[in-house]
């Protein structure tokens, strides 16, 4: 994706934490997404943030820094069933051309 | 309920076949999309709708041509595809506008031969 970078691979034992990084544009940022998406099916939708700091719900949380362009997912306590691809998207509204723009994915394998 | 459906779940077409795609969601939403996704890449937007208009076309070949029924519906009509077509291609809704929370359908695997 256009302006927005995660790691593309990241591997992590069963039971640890893992925190997979997003950097973005930050002109005509207007809120991070956070989607999880296992082999062959579609995507599901983890978290929004749109102001600065820490959202958590259950094993993820998912933080922001407007100022930095940077958001991060982290995952505790993590399971065999984690792994998949998670997918960072920034709603830019730069103009007033609105768009969502994805991140390419971070896989993330989970080892027993 | 956030659930969006779609059928087939898998579809095998020739070059030469019409067949078409369909979406459903029951959620009340006004935006619908359709996606293109190939393996490891992300979705990549192809037609947006809202309010039962159409509203981004993101230079989508016409061998595919999109059709909104009513507000809960959405098709997609392939003609003529070819083997580089071939992904999984998934319908979205998201409540109001297009950058709103989306909600994916399972999608559905397309293999032109």
């Known amino acids: 994706g256009q302006n927005i970078d995660q790691p593309t691979e990241m591997t992590a034992t069963e039971g640890a934490i893992v925190q997979i990084n997003c950097t973005y544009q930050t002109s005509g940022f207007n809120g991070l997404f956070w989607y999880q998406q296992h082999a062959g099916e579609a995507p599901t939708f983890l978290s929004y943030?749109?102001l600065d700091g820490l959202e958590e719900k259950g094993r993820f949380s998912s933080f922001l820094s407007r100022s930095k362009g940077y958001s991060y997912l982290l995952l505790k306590e993590l399971q065999m069933k984690d792994s998949a691809s998670y997918l960072c998207?920034?709603?830019?509204?730069?103009?007033?051309?609105?768009?969502?723009?994805w991140g390419l994915g971070t896989s993330l394998a989970v080892n027993p | 309920d956030t659930e969006v459906t779609q059928t087939p779940k898998h579809l095998v077409m020739g070059m030469t076949n019409k067949k078409s795609l369909k979406c459903e969601q029951h959620?009340?939403?006004?935006?619908m999309y359709w996606y293109k996704q190939k393996a490891k890449k992300p979705p990549e937007l192809m037609f947006v709708y809202s309010y039962e208009k159409l509203s981004i076309n993101e230079s989508v070949p016409s061998r595919f041509s999109p059709e909104c029924p009513n507000s809960s519906l959405l098709n997609l009509h392939l003609h003529a595809l070819q083997p580089e077509d071939s992904a999984l291609y998934l319908c979205?809704?998201?409540?109001?506008?297009?950058?709103?929370?989306?909600?994916f359908g399972p999608g559905t695997r397309l293999t032109v031969l």
């Open positions: 998207a920034e709603r830019d509204e730069a103009g007033n051309n609105r768009k969502l723009i």
């Open positions: 943030n749109v």
């Open positions: 979205a809704s998201s409540q109001g506008d297009w950058t709103d929370t989306q909600y």
């Open positions: 959620m009340g939403h006004r935006a």
